[in-house]
């Protein structure tokens, strides 16, 4: 009989859940959560924020899902620490939770740089939760000035979710494109042709130096006025619990391809931990969903005696603002060779190297992009197909007989 | 569990699986007004050169990457192993035609994905490809 305590509950804790349930249907689990609901879509946030998403109806998974998996959820509770020897969670209210196995999915924060002043700002949010976005919510107007610092994935789909409902939207940073993370200068200003069309103002090299109430310092020297601030610089992941106790920690809780930590009997998936991106060939810190959905399934299973291993694990990103979509996927290694196309409104740029696609971005032709996010994950080697074909167009008519025959020939 | 096969052997590229496809999922009674002048938005699509043809509609995989990175909570996948899609929940982030290996989502006409599902809870009650397909290319059956 285990005893399985998971920190956290976002998509990488249920997942651990559904995982840890495949083989063992008896052991009791208990879920610390620090947000008081049951989990829900984290992206949907901002569909919410514009109206497209009903808060209500946002859970990952059915009303009864604890109930049915047997599993005690303390919400609103948070993990302080952890004993490794005595196998022990230690809660905010200073209880003590006795685990056989752990998972970590402790998620990320957000990071908010030292800027001067920000103490005298009346109204600013960060927008990762639930509670951010109903807070958020309740204080915009129609006639809100908004300020985003922060043109990353999380400050523009703010931006997106606002579009309709302040009266001015202006987003600074310190890159001198949006999603500077995923995009190129080219792929950025395609999306920000989009932003800008539907209202949305930037200030790209730019950021708050300081704040005196209401108005915004520029390390330009310019002055922003505004009524509302989001801060969405960046996130990290919440790595304190297991760096505390010594375990091996770099940007996230590294883990190895069974979800392991460097501490015996704790595992971490989701945006907490670093594991392997074989796009890269190193390790990273890969927070976004698909990734915490697949390290927590497999943490669940190793952590109830299976053999589950996750080692094909790449960047993904799908963002859409007003109708125009951006896939990317994979990396773009140093000396690797680009493919790319474009056409008004929309572009492709492939990467290669030593005979595998590494990596992609699309914007504004996202067809069948799935197709090319197989080649990188199941490592394909491109001279056993139509490269020629394929760098067109996302088809499996490039793949020869065979590969298609596996592909579509039987269940999969 | 039963799925739709395509023998690429068979199939002659006459895309009439694409247009009974978009007529049974669009709840009419009759197909020419159902799809006459109309862009069609069918759940399987003819791939293929000069070579060869073939259809592709969703694989219904037992381990399906789309449900697990749908950032929505709308696609899932039933004890019966059919996937299917809540149309209210998904909201068109497009992550599943990043992750789906075949290339087989595809956004209807408003936005929100659609995907094959087997024709199970609509007028045809069996998947209409099969039942229209004029050279037997595409069969439903156990593999």
């Known amino acids: ?412 | 569990m039963k799925r739709v096969y395509v023998n690429e052997e068979w199939c002659l590229g006459c895309h009439l699986c694409e247009y009974n496809c978009a007529f049974a999922n669009s709840g009419g009674s009759d197909m020419a007004s159902a799809l006459r002048g109309k862009p069609i938005f069918p759940r399987i699509h003819i791939e293929g050169d000069e070579r060869v043809t073939y259809a592709v509609s969703c694989r219904h995989c037992d381990d399906p990457l789309c449900v697990k990175a749908c950032i929505a909570g709308a696609l899932s996948q039933g004890e019966d192993g059919v996937i299917r899609i809540e149309k209210t929940r998904c909201v068109g982030c497009f992550t599943c035609v990043l992750v789906c290996p075949y290339g087989a989502l595809a956004p209807a006409e408003d936005g929100v994905m659609q995907k094959c599902e087997l024709c199970l809870s609509n007028a045809s009650g069996e998947p209409a490809c099969v039942k229209g397909c004029p050279n037997r290319a595409i069969v439903y059956e156990e593999r």
Request: with cysteine.
């Open chain 1, 1 to 412: 009989m285990e005893n399985y305590v998971i920190i956290g509950n976002g998509t990488a804790a249920v997942s651990c859940i559904e995982g840890i349930r495949s083989l063992d249907t008896e052991s009791p689990v208990t879920v610390i959560s620090a947000e008081k609901y049951p989990a829900y879509c984290r992206p949907l946030i901002s569909c919410a924020l514009e109206g497209k998403a009903d808060p209500g109806n946002m859970n990952q998974r059915p009303a009864d899902f604890y109930e049915k998996n047997g599993c005690r959820v303390l919400f609103g509770t948070k993990a302080v620490g952890i004993d490794p020897d005595k196998k022990s969670v230690t809660l905010n209210e200073g209880a003590c939770l006795p685990y056989t196995k752990l998972c970590v999915a402790a998620g990320s924060s957000p990071f908010v740089p030292p800027m001067a002043g920000l103490d005298t700002v009346a109204r600013k949010f960060s927008f990762m939760t639930m509670d951010d976005m109903l807070a958020l919510d309740a204080a915009v107007t129609e006639n809100s000035r908004v300020l985003i610092v922060g043109a990353g994935l999380i400050g523009l789909k703010c931006a997106e979710g606002l579009a309709e409902r302040a009266g001015s939207l202006t987003v600074c940073d310190l890159a001198p494109r949006i999603l500077s993370s995923i995009l190129d200068e080219e792929g950025a200003a395609l999306m920000r042709a989009r932003l800008e069309e539907h209202g949305i103002s930037f200030l790209p090299g730019d950021t708050a130096d300081r704040f005196e109430g209401n108005r915004a310092v520029m390390k330009s020297g310019k002055t922003m006025d505004f009524d509302i601030l989001v801060l969405a610089v960046g996130v990290r992941a919440n790595t304190a619990l297991v760096k505390d106790i010594g375990g091996d920690v770099n940007r996230g809780i590294i883990v190895d391809r069974h979800m392991r930590t460097s501490v015996p009997d704790i595992y971490a998936a989701g945006d907490c931990a670093e594991g392997y991106d074989s796009s890269l060939g190193a390790n990273r810190v890969l927070a976004i969903l698909p990734n915490a959905r697949l390290q927590g399934e497999c943490a669940g299973i190793n952590m109830a005696g299976g053999d589950r291993t996750f080692d094909n694990a790449v960047p993904l990103n799908a963002i859409g603002f007003f109708g125009l979509h951006c896939l990317t996927a994979g990396s773009a290694p140093e000396g690797c060779a680009v493919f790319e196309e474009r056409g008004p409104g929309w572009m492709k740029k492939l990467w290669t190297k030593d005979g595998f696609l590494t990596g992609f971005a699309l914007v504004g032709c996202e067809e069948r992009a799935g197709i090319y996010t197989s080649l990188i994950r199941e490592r394909i080697p491109l001279d056993t197909l139509d490269f020629g074909l394929l760098r067109h167009a996302a088809t499996t008519a490039a793949f020869s007989r065979e590969q298609r025959r596996r592909k579509f020939g039987g269940a999969v």
